[in-house]
């Protein structure tokens, strides 16, 4: 297919926004890499012709648009929104928009890692709660950062211990410019701080002794092997001793800081807080049809267990298990679902996790996590079809990884089987037709 508008495949969007959004007009069909860097894996095509062999992909029923890794860039969600055709803006304002009768029409996925990087954790997800509040259908995956968020905040109450009472700390300055913002528009300094202990004692509390290096060996050890633990000692070490220089860095003493992060437990945790729904109506993760949506990928255990008792107990497993012992949750494989880079410290996924899905119906699975500088990748990973959708859209990670402008794209998915990859950093909207590549490559049923 030579390149054509994407007028066939998506409703239209006004020339000067697409041009004002840098993101393309035309479609190309999707780049197909058909080497693999893993020998003992199948390469692409193969684990493609794989899939289909199972029968007829299953789409879903309305259209599914996919947003991952905003890591806290309100305008970028926003431009994403508008490139997708979801949403039309309204005014200058990131609350300023209204659904389209497309957007009204579509499920959106929000892939998880909402937080962190900036330039406000606070102002997207302002916007996330006003997208919400539109009426549109919206699903919220959980990601690592925002995990780390959740077990650090309960890391401060009674439940803190042995097991988890480093959890705070290992955010290290990740989590400061929330922490700086949450200060500067919830809490009343004056009131606030006369109420907290002196510095020393406000570090102590989130920062754990002597003793905490002692008792998390051995409490660790069912949990973590002991390369694993030692590695958790030297990262602990290590932010420990610059956490306060982090502080000062974001302009909040130790007091302040530790205000801060009370009144974000509030916010955030308490059933009533202002973004108690952040965490309240997160998910692992979501099949729609033949495809699985996590933020990171899946393992053998996971694969096993979804092909037993299906998604709906993975999740009910989630929302039970990051509450009740967050650092035996976030090394487990629940966790892994929003951590793993299939790395050997990672829990593993072979050929047997990919026939338990494929069994469960899932022929690819939809992630972010992995950050793309070309737009969507679509890659085999252990056999299963990965299609890897974070383009990186928050401006902190553009301008440290050399790309211009606000980020902007989606992923599109059709009910009748087209895959649209838009991002402002690829010239054309790449266009995933199953059958057409194995056409193109002898290989169609």
């Known amino acids: ?24 007009e035309s479609v190309v069909p999707w780049p197909i890499e058909t080497k693999t860097t893993d020998e003992k894996s199948p390469d692409l095509v193969t684990s493609l012709a794989r899939a289909n062999a199972l029968g007829p992909w299953d789409w879903p029923d309305k259209p599914i648009v996919f947003i991952s890794d905003l890591h806290a860039d309100a305008e970028g969600l926003l431009r994403s929104l508008v490139a997708a055709r979801v949403i039309l803006r309204t005014g200058q304002g990131l609350n300023d928009f209204e659904l389209t009768t497309f957007g009204k029409s579509s499920q959106i996925i929000i892939g998880g890692d909402c937080l962190d990087k900036g330039p406000s954790n606070l102002d997207l997800l302002d916007s996330l709660a006003r997208l919400m509040k539109s009426g549109a259908d919206v699903i919220l995956l959980a990601g690592n950062h ?58 102590a509390l989130m920062v754990p002794g002597k003793k905490w290096t002692k008792q998390f ?53 308490e059933p009533v807080g202002q973004y108690a729904w952040f965490f309240q109506s997160m998910k692992a993760m979501h099949q729609s049809g033949s495809l699985l949506f996590v933020h990171a990928g899946i393992d053998d255990s996971m694969a096993s267990l ?16 990051s509450r009740k012992d967050p650092f035996v949750f976030y090394s487990g494989t629940v966790a892994n679902l929003m951590r793993t880079k299939y790395r050997d410290i990672d829990h593993p996924l072979t050929g047997k996790g990919v026939e338990d899905l494929h069994l469960a119906g899932i022929k ?16 085999s990973k252990h056999g299963l079809l990965h299609l890897e959708a974070d383009i990186t859209l928050d401006r902190h990670s553009r301008s440290s990884e050399g790309l211009e402008g606000i980020g902007t794209g989606a992923t599109i998915i059709q009910p009748d089987g087209n895959i649209i990859g838009i991002s402002r950093d690829y010239p054309h909207a790449k266009l995933f037709d199953p059958a057409q ?8 049923r």
């Open 364 to 379: 690819m699975l939809i992630q972010g996590h992995i950050n793309r500088h070309q737009g969507q990748e679509l890659k």
């Open 306 to 321: 979804i092909c037993a008792k299906g998604i709906a107990h993975v999740n009910r497993r989630f929302r039970k298990e």
């Open 146 to 203: 925002d995990l780390r968020l959740f077990l650090g905040l309960e890391a401060l109450t009674v439940k803190r211990g042995s097991l988890n009472a480093h959890m705070f700390v290992r955010m290290g300055k990740k989590v400061m410019p929330l922490m700086r913002e949450v200060f500067d528009r919830y809490v009343d300094a004056n009131r606030a701080l006369g109420e907290l202990p002196d510095e020393k004692e406000c570090l």
């Open 437 to 444: 590549i194995l056409q193109q490559h002898g290989l169609n």
């Open 217 to 269: 060996p051995k409490a660790a050890a069912g949990y973590l092997n002991e390369a694993a633990v030692r590695k958790e000692m030297r990262r602990l070490k290590k932010k420990s001793a610059k956490f306060a220089e982090h502080a000062e860095d974001a302009g909040l003493s130790i007091r302040q800081l530790y205000a801060a992060a009370l009144t974000c437990r509030r916010l955030f945790i």
């Open 1 to 24: 297919m030579t390149n054509s508008s994407l007028a066939p495949f998506l409703p239209p969007i006004a020339p000067s926004s697409a041009l004002d959004l840098g993101i393309p």
